[in-house]
Structure formats: structure tokens, C-alpha cells
């Protein structure tokens, strides 16, 4: 996942800490706009492996420190509800400024409850999502519970959240109050999913009941089975991401036919997580990876995976339209390969040699000579002879 920094300026004129996400090739699809949670801050890791199963899927993705949380500036206790939202506002325009507007905008539990009353008020966007959210703000009132007393008699008090020290003031509790979230909702005209954990026991599963009730069509709804509030297991939060953008991709403009040499075009990635990869072509994108026992993720298939499978599917795909001219009964085309490095001799002594075993299975009413005949055919696949030819790979530094 390619990544930048950047800052902007809040409505009181302190400058937000924001870090935008690109997919491998830079040339993102849409645009989307991440809101982390109550006292969080853009660094979590849920946040960031959503962030990458996005730009996997050819969004870039924009996260940011809300007023007084993480590397933005400012006083969280001089913040509320109502300023997170003119927050993620400024951000939109930044985002608007360094690529275009969001087209999709997220919220983690608080956050969801900002995207949707910010939603309306950006024209760009098209899909809003939820994750954890509660169905109306005052909820996040229940973290200092005990502290209301003190809050409503002197104005100002410490409580934890999280296990860490906030100063909340009393105009945040007046806040809160004020807002009526689900009936900003019914007014709302964007696509919603909304996410949930059945087992989320700081925002309970009856929020996403009153979310989705309130909603308009088009909405969906995705339980996210066994997750905690804070989505702290990776397998979580990178399900959440994937769903996230399929089905975001559903609600944003359609893409323009590209040009003979952006059909051309693959780009791979590498960044600092081990050996995951990104891999963007024009339309399409997917993940390499390692092994966990030699020091990768496992996120995807291996680079020999891959080579094999470029293999597998143009044999098969020639099977297929050679059959198809021909007018035989091909019904399917199944081709197993797997890759090994055998010891061979010759006039030099001992060499190492690449091997790909190839088995191919054909399905259909087909007599010997024609299957003989596809046999033969199989090594002619583009793919097969380019393995085959002279090659030349020209590297240069970009």
C-alpha cells in the first residue's frame, strides 16, 4: 500500500495530521474518506488493513487524526460531535484538492455516527458505511457515565477511555444530546451498509437494528461474526475491507474504457509489510504474498503460484477457443500444474533445471484423435511459448 502524508486545516485553523493510501498503479478508481473511532487515532491497525484490502481494490483511501488525537493539533476537550463532523468536512475538501472528492466515506463505531450526518452535506459522495456505530451519538455518553455529575456541576472532568486519560467537558455531553442521528438518516439519499459484530459488547448489536431500520433502500446490512468493537484480530478487519469494496464498487461511476496502453499496463508493490504485494492491471487487482514459515503474511498466492496459474488459465483458454472453432464437445478444461528444480547432466557436469508438470484434464463426448489433437494444441497457448521463447526483460529505475 502506497503511502503519503499530509496536513490541512481544520475550521479553527489547526492543522490535521492525514495519511492518503494509493493503489499499486496510483490511479485510483474513486476516492475514499476514513473516521476513526472515539479517542482513536488513523494508526490503528483495523483502520490501516482496511485501508489496504481498499487499495487492493483500486480505491485510494484517505485517513485522518480527528482535533486533538493523534498527530492533529488542538485540545480534545475543546472538541464535540458536532466539530468531528466539520472535521471530516475539511477533510473531504483535501481530499477533493489532492485527488477528487470521496466517493465513499467510512465510520468505526463514533466515526460511522460523523460520516453519516457528513454525508449529506458532501454532493460527491455516493456510499456511506458503518462499522460499530451506534444509532444515535449520545451513546458514547455511557464511557463516562460516572462522571456526569461532575461534568454537569463544574463544567469539565477527567474520565478513562480505554484505558487512557481524556478531559471531557460539559459541552460535549450538551452536545451529543442534541443530535438525532437516525432522523438525519431517513433523509439520507446514499447507498449505507452497515457493519456489526453480534458479540460487540461496547456498541451492542441493537444499534445496527435501529441504523437499519432507519435507512433508506439502498441498504445493506454484513454481521461481522466474532469480532470485538475494535476489530483487533487482522482477519477481521481485512474481511471488512474486502467486502467494504466490493460492495462499494456497485455505487461509484463506471470507469472509461482504457486506452491500448493502460490495458497494457501492471503494476506491483512492495512495501514494508514482509513480502505482501500489490498487483494492479487496468481493470483487476490481487495480492502476492510468502508463507508465514518463510517470513510472509499469506495474504496470496505465491509469485511461482502465479506463474503457474498465468500458465493453467491460457492452456485452458486456448483448449477452449480452439474447441469452440472447431465445433467439438469440449465441456470443461481442468489443467493441474505444479513447479520443482531437478538435478539434470550434460556435457558441463550437474545443472539445476526449472520443471512445471502439467496435467490437463478434458471433460466432453471427444474421441482420441481430437483429444490428441488438444494435447498438442496445449503447447501452443501464448503463454507456453513465451516460457519457451528467448526473453529479454528490460529493467530500468523509475
Sequence with gaps: MRSQSLNF???????????????????????????HCFTCNKNLTAIHNI????????????????????????????????????????????????????????????????????????????????????????????HFDEHIETLESEGVSEVSIGGRPFTVKKQFLDDVRTVKLQDRLRALRKAILIMHSPVDEVVGIDNARSLYEAALHPKSFISLDHADHLLSRSEDSLYAGTVIGAWASRYIDEQEEPSLERRKQVAVRTGREKYTT?????????????????GGNDFGPTPYDLLLASLGACTSMTLRMYADRKGWDLEAVT?????????????????SIDVIEREIELEGELDETQRARLLEIADRCPVHKTLHNELEVRTTLG
Excluded: W, Y
Design 9 to 35: 486545516t481544520n475550521a479553527e485553523g489547526e492543522q490535521l495530521s492525514a495519511q492518503l493510501a494509493l493503489p499499486a498503479d496510483r490511479k485510483p478508481r474513486a476516492c475514499a474518506l476514513f473516521a
Design 51 to 142: 485501508s489496504r484490502s481498499l487499495t487492493s481494490a483500486g480505491f485510494a483511501v484517505m485517513r485522518f487524526d480527528f482535533t486533538g488525537l493523534g498527530e492533529s493539533e488542538g485540545e480534545f476537550a475543546d472538541t464535540n460531535f458536532s466539530s468531528n463532523v466539520e472535521d471530516l468536512i475539511a477533510a473531504a475538501d483535501k481530499l477533493a484538492e489532492s485527488i477528487e472528492s470521496p466517493s465513499v466515506l467510512i465510520g468505526h463505531s463514533l466515526g460511522g455516527a460523523a460520516v453519516l450526518m457528513a454525508a449529506g452535506q458532501i454532493d460527491s459522495v455516493k456510499a456511506v458505511v458503518t462499522i460499530g456505530t451506534p444509532s444515535e451519538p449520545v451513546h458514547v455518553a455511557r
Design 335 to 351: 489443467v493441474h500444474l505444479r513447479h520443482q528444480r531437478e538435478h539434470g547432466d550434460d556435457l558441463e557436469g550437474k545443472r
Design 278 to 294: 500489490e498487483i494492479q492491471t487496468a481493470r483487476h487487482s490481487l495480492i502476492a504474498d510468502e508463507p508465514a514459515k518463510v
